[in-house]
């Protein structure tokens, strides 16, 4: 993910996650730390014709890591994006060297914790009305990377209508995305 990627991550959170969306500068501020020396990753999965369809991001601090967020839109829901996004997590998380990788799902989000399952998740605890403002609660989840299996694999016949962007090093400002003028010491939030 980058800059430029806020402005359609932003709709598509605000579309799928009305009442507890992150905000801009939430996300302005993750994307600060989304460097080589940094504590996250942020990745996103766009359509050939560049639409923004899905988005995750991991913070890794010491042999922790959490999945900060992972979401896809309605129209790709069901096509394994989301396993594709979450593998991305996963590996990043070993390659940094994480033991655990943790994540909290809304209780009452039962397709996703079935995909966490798949990838070898289990339940370890429950954090009351952690979303907010509807007090909703989170089912706290926990991966142990060195005893985890390769991440599952989709079907055979399935072909992903999008995949995760390039990582941010490999990628080039494009022209119709100047970057904007931000000062550096200007809270984002």
């Known amino acids: 993910m980058r800059w430029w990627h806020i402005a359609p991550v932003l709709?598509?959170?605000l579309e799928l996650f009305p009442e507890d969306a992150w905000s801009a500068g939430m996300?302005?501020?993750e994307l600060a730390e989304a460097h080589p020396d940094g504590t996250r990753h942020y990745t996103v999965a766009v359509t050939p014709d560049g639409a923004v369809v899905g988005y995750a991001g991991l913070m890794a601090v010491g042999?922790?890591?959490?999945v900060q967020t992972i979401a896809v839109d309605g129209g790709h829901q069901g096509t394994g994006l989301g396993a594709a996004l979450?593998?991305?997590?996963?590996r990043e998380a070993a390659r940094r060297g994480c033991a655990d990788l943790l994540l909290e799902v809304r209780v009452d989000n039962t397709r996703a914790q079935r995909l966490y399952e798949r990838f070898g998740f289990e339940p370890v605890g429950i954090r009351r009305g952690y979303y907010q403002p509807a007090g909703i609660d989170a089912l706290v989840m926990r991966l142990d990377l060195a005893a985890a299996p390769a991440a599952p694999a989709a079907p055979a016949d399935h072909v992903a209508p999008a995949a995760p962007a390039a990582a941010p090093e490999d990628l080039d400002e494009p022209a119709?995305?100047?970057r904007p003028d931000v000062k550096k010491d200007t809270p984002h939030g």
């Open 86 to 90: 979450l593998t991305d997590l996963v």
């Open 11 to 13: 709709a598509l959170e």
């Open 176 to 178: 119709d995305h100047p």
């Open 63 to 66: 042999g922790d890591g959490d």
């Open 27 to 29: 996300f302005w501020s």
